[in-house]
């Protein structure tokens, strides 16, 4: 109980008056928390078989030994482009609430990929990085928040995922030792988020299971941040009248063709 802990010398101190303000601060704090849901059994499996048939369709698109040459062939990348079903993902009330929270109110989702952990495969996942690549710099509030909806349970032995905490708010990734020492395996429960600062240092976990670990994750950055692939180009235009949603994909921070492009969308939202 929070009315437990003992403190001296503490003269100021943070007040999470919600569940939802807790898990924003232990993102804050230690980089990552895990959001339970309400999806149910029935709807975690249905996008199980559907993340399955994304991956099987793109993989005949693209063809396997393609795939296998760039280090794709265990990721559906952009499922919801494909099956609107995983629009409901990012758009899950508590975790839109949540990731405001950390981001402020102008967020958009600046990637979803399927990550299939198979046993016993080396993947590009299990190796160490952000979801924000090639930064060594740190800010002072989040840029990018990942929410990796766990479709299969996440425990050491299915492959979860590995976390540094605290690695947020340092520039350089640690020695091999201190890494080591540090990096935690985070347990979550099928339909739960394991919701994580994208800059956290993280990779997949080793899967001796013997049965796939899917996820989807999704990232939501800052407007400034461009998206991974564009969403309004790659869903044809679709939600893009749909207030709720065309902040959210993209469509109103997507880079102008022109000057008069440019002007019109600004035009076209003073009229809203």
């Given amino acids: 109980m929070a009315d437990s802990v003992r403190s001296y010398g503490v003269k100021e101190q943070e007040s999470a008056d919600t569940d939802l303000a807790a898990h924003a601060e232990r993102i804050r704090l230690a980089g990552f928390s895990v959001l339970a849901t309400t999806f149910s059994e029935t709807e975690i499996a249905d996008f ?147 919701v994580f600062d994208a800059m956290v240092f993280h990779r997949a976990g080793n899967n001796r299971s013997g049965r796939i670990r899917r996820a989807v994750n999704n990232v939501f950055s800052v407007p400034i941040i461009s998206q991974q692939i564009s969403l309004p180009h790659a869903l044809n235009g679709r939600h893009r009248e749909d207030p709720g949603l065309s902040q959210l994909l993209g469509y109103e921070s997507a880079p102008a063709a022109s000057v008069l492009e440019w002007r019109t969308r600004r035009l076209h939202r003073s009229r809203k």
Avoid: W
């Fill in 48 to 194: 199980r078989s559907r993340l399955d048939d994304v991956l099987r369709a793109q993989t005949k698109a693209f063809g396997s030994e393609h795939l296998e040459q760039i280090g794709d062939e265990f990721t559906a990348r952009c499922p919801l482009v494909d099956d609107g079903a995983f629009l409901r993902l990012p758009t899950y009330g508590p975790l839109l609430a949540l990731v405001r929270m950390l981001l402020g109110d102008y967020v958009v989702l600046m990637q979803q990929n399927g990550v299939i952990n198979p046993p016993k495969e080396g993947h590009t996942q299990a190796a160490y990085h952000r979801d924000l690549p090639y930064q060594h710099f740190v800010s002072t509030r989040p840029l990018a928040i990942s929410a990796l909806f766990c479709i299969d349970p996440f425990r050491a032995e299915t492959g979860g995922t590995m976390l540094i905490p605290g690695s947020h708010r340092v520039e350089r990734f640690p020695s091999p030792d201190v890494a080591e020492s540090l990096a935690v395996s985070v347990d979550a429960e099928p339909g739960s988020f394991v």
